[in-house]
């Protein structure tokens, strides 16, 4: 068969993209919680029929970087799936990352019996259970603290949706409503994507698909092959910390060789029985995040990409958890700390390429309730993007691992019993440099019920630091101003009770300026 040419690989790869693309977009859609058809905190990518990644929509980068391994989860437990058949798994030690992203995998049919490839979509849940509203509790010293675990379980055949396993998931929310309405927006998302590859093969043919897709996946790694050339050799070594207790430490050291870079985190580490622990597949997204982004960013996204990088982490370690590590907080925290370690690394090797740290955190903001009246309203927050080499950085956005968008404050009201009383940007949080930090925010939220707090933060103790001269960004701020009137500054990680009348206010970091002040 021909090989494809440089028009038919543009076209290809472009309509592979647009069907994630469309998948996400049917996903927000539909989906039921804020967190999903507001913020947009769910990703959807495209596979072949060995479980390859083949194309990505540019949704959430610590989604779509672990999600390859929970295809390959459900691969390993189900084999090629059948017609009809999809598959539900948010287990952290299965290639998931945490509890509240649940993945579902479909396979894709042309006629009754010739595999095309997988479609798959994952969606952050505001509440799957756990010890506290939006299963991210502060206090969780193990995995079963922190809400309900799947592993692979068909959550649909070829008679359709299974209610029994939709019904067990949504018995152990305290919000099942939701979660059945965030479900079956998750399956309409697989069945778009589904029926676009379908109109793709019956345009091109099965085997031309399948020659394609492997095409477009060795174009992507000789693409970075080429960049990673053009770095120096050498090991370049770095090293910070998470914010609890005395801190955790992640240690990287990045080798390059030729057109091969190898990480390996030695030296980070053990695991805690806190919940900011990664598990690999987390640690291999962060990797795989700063790896794209310094070689050739614009390369498609797939399989392909990441053929000349090998991620090495001990197991027991804070980025190799192993059960029963509580792993809450290290999708959203620890993924963000490893991806400074890595910028700091590869800016002694490549210093007119890499941007100063960003704010370094997702500003974790959760505010619940059970009972009769119960909710949960879950919010990742923007804060001062890290000025870089060409430009300063942006204000108010998020970074690094996440790359959701905010709630409205409209959208909030109504669906919580919530009151918006500041939401602007901080400023002077910066970072002074040639290239200024971005500035953060502030969030300032009334509480009109009794509920439970849970913020996971970080930068609260070490700010952003700045690159070649630039100085660091502010570090950020928790405040509880209670119905009295009275403050207290809260620390970066914990879960309170709230009273009606209470308010939380985030302040969120800057980020770190770029080269010396003129």
């Not at 897709?213 to 910070?240: F, T």
């Not at 009201?413 to 901080?426: F, G, H, S, T």
């Not at 620390?491 to 009606?500: A, D, E, F, Q, V």
């Amino acid at each position: 068969m021909a090989e494809l040419s440089g028009v038919e690989l543009e076209v290809f790869r472009h309509a592979l993209a647009g069907v994630a693309e469309e998948m996400g977009v049917a996903l927000r859609r539909a989906a039921y919680s804020p967190n999903i058809k507001e913020r947009a905190d769910c990703s959807a990518a495209v596979f072949d029929p060995d479980g390859e990644m083949v194309a990505q929509a540019e949704h959430i980068p610590v989604h779509l970087g672990a999600m390859p391994a929970s295809v390959r989860a459900v691969l390993d437990t189900y084999g090629a799936l059948q017609p009809g058949q999809q598959v539900c798994v948010n287990d952290p030690y299965l290639g998931g990352t945490h509890l509240p992203d649940l993945t579902i995998v479909s396979g894709v049919f042309a006629g009754s019996a010739e595999l095309l490839g997988y479609v798959a979509n994952r969606a952050h849940h505001a509440d799957v259970g756990g010890a506290a509203p939006g299963s991210m509790p502060a206090t969780a010293t193990d995995i079963a603290m922190e809400g309900l675990r799947i592993p692979p379980i068909l959550i649909a055949d070829a008679d359709g949706e299974r209610d029994d396993v939709v019904r067990l998931i949504a018995a152990n929310s305290r919000t099942p409503g939701e979660r059945r309405g965030d479900l079956r927006a998750q399956f309409a998302a697989n069945h778009v994507g589904v029926r676009r590859l379908r109109e793709i093969a019956s345009r091109m043919g099965d085997a031309r698909l399948r020659e394609a897709m492997a095409a477009v996946c060795d174009y992507s790694d000789r693409r970075v092959r080429a960049a990673v050339a053009k770095i120096p050799d050498g090991c370049y070594r770095n090293c910070d910390v998470l914010e609890i207790g005395a801190g955790l430490t992640i240690r990287a050291a990045v080798t390059v060789a030729g057109d091969e870079v190898t990480i390996d985190f030695d030296g980070t580490d053990p695991q805690v029985p806190v919940n900011l622990n990664a598990v690999f597949a987390v640690t291999l997204s962060s990797a795989m995040f700063v790896f794209r982004m310094l070689t050739d960013p614009d390369a498609p996204p797939n399989a392909g990409c990441y053929r000349s990088l090998h991620v090495r982490a001990p197991e027991g370690t804070v980025v190799h958890a192993t059960f029963p590590a509580p792993v809450a907080a290290g999708n959203v925290e620890t993924s963000q700390r490893i991806v400074d370690v890595l910028l700091g690394a590869f800016a002694q090797a490549i210093p007119e390429r890499v941007p100063a740290a960003s704010q370094g955190t997702m500003n974790n903001l959760l505010i619940g309730a059970g009972g009769d009246r119960p909710f949960s309203y879950y919010e990742t927050l923007g804060g001062g993007e890290g000025g870089t080499p060409d430009r300063p950085g942006m204000s108010g956005v998020h970074t690094g691992m996440t790359n959701t968008r905010n709630t409205p404050a409209e959208a909030m009201e109504l669906d919580y019993p919530l009151r918006v009383w500041r939401y602007e940007l901080r400023s002077s949080s910066g970072g002074a440099g040639r290239h200024p930090g971005g500035n953060g925010l502030i969030r300032e939220v009334e509480v009109l019920a009794d509920c439970t707090l849970t913020v996971q933060s970080e930068r609260r103790e070490h700010p952003p630091w700045g690159l070649g001269g630039g100085h660091p960004g502010a570090v950020g701020r928790n405040i509880l101003r209670r119905s009295d009137g009275t403050e207290v500054e809260l620390p970066s990680k914990g879960t309170w009770p709230l009273h009606r009348g209470d308010r939380i206010r985030i302040e969120t970091p800057g980020g770190g300026g770029w080269g010396a002040p003129l």
